[in-house]
């Protein structure tokens, strides 16, 4: 049996579907493509500098010190946007460790009790309890993906040598609307910014690490219900108007003793 391959989404763009035109990430070939090789794009437990520079084949991620710089391979294509993923590189094959199917576990109870008052009137009581614990293990490489605007003034950077700090201050801007704060992340925009109405721009470079070795994201759902009903079933006596006289019937159809 031959290896088995991931599908990889080949639009250079956020929409996409059936008949509608896309701009290819690897020319020629069809929107979805089966690929062995499929790779997190630029993501590191180090952290990658992410390169965005067209046709970039090369990117830098810190070492597990934090204090120095390592090569990073950038999967074909991987310039274009930040995060997702692409054909071969440094970052972990595709869907490692991800949980197809969330653990769960179910609890339910039920009970019924019933009594007969007379011919007409039963009275009951019902109780009913469940509980659904689920836990999913959001552990796969992606899932655990941070992107950082590290600005020209973080005090850490104080403390690397000058070349770590040119090699981070060098790509200002190279993923300016893609962070985890919330900010634009360019020095471009934070100039230009109050006169097109960004006004939550600040100079600085996006670093995208997995933090999957320091911080495993799991969500664990707890769900209780507790049901409680007391009722009553009963029948109704029929009454026929005959003339002056109303005649009072039972459910069977005969009539009451008098």
């Known amino acids: 049996m031959g290896a088995v391959g991931h599908l990889y989404n080949n639009a250079n763009g956020f929409f996409g579907g059936a008949n509608v035109p896309f701009t290819a990430n690897i020319p020629g070939q ?12 630029q993501l590191s437990r180090g952290g990658v500098i992410f390169n965005n520079t067209p046709n970039a084949t090369i990117a830098q991620q810190f070492n ?21 993923q ?11 460790n991800l949980t197809l199917q969330p653990n769960v576990e179910r609890k339910t109870s039920f009970s019924h009790l019933e009594y007969e008052f007379n011919d007409s009137v039963t009275g009951y009581a019902e109780l009913s309890y469940g509980q659904v614990q689920g836990v999913n293990n959001q ?7 941070s992107n950082v605007c590290i600005r020209p003034d973080n005090g850490y950077l104080a403390g690397l040598s000058a070349g770590v700090r040119s090699a981070v201050t060098g790509l200002d801007g190279n993923s300016a609307f893609v962070n985890d704060n919330n900010v634009v992340c360019s020095g471009l925009f934070a100039a230009i910014g109050p006169g097109i109405g960004i006004l939550n721009a600040v100079p600085g470079t996006v670093i995208s690490k997995n933090w999957q070795g320091q911080n495993l994201e799991t969500v664990t759902t707890d769900t209780k219900v507790t049901r409680g009903v007391l009722g009553a079933n009963g029948k109704l006596i029929l009454v026929e108007n005959s003339g002056a006289e109303a005649i009072w019937r039972r459910p069977d159809g005969l009539q009451p003793k008098t």
């Open 64 to 84: 597990a010190a934090g204090t120095g710089l390592t090569n990073f391979a950038i999967g074909q294509q991987g310039f274009r946007a930040i995060g997702g």
């Open 139 to 145: 552990w796969e490489s992606g899932q655990n993906q």
């Open 30 to 41: 069809p929107h979805f493509v089966l690929v062995q090789g499929l790779r997190q794009n």
């Open 86 to 96: 692409v054909v071969g590189g440094d970052g972990d094959p595709a869907y490692t």
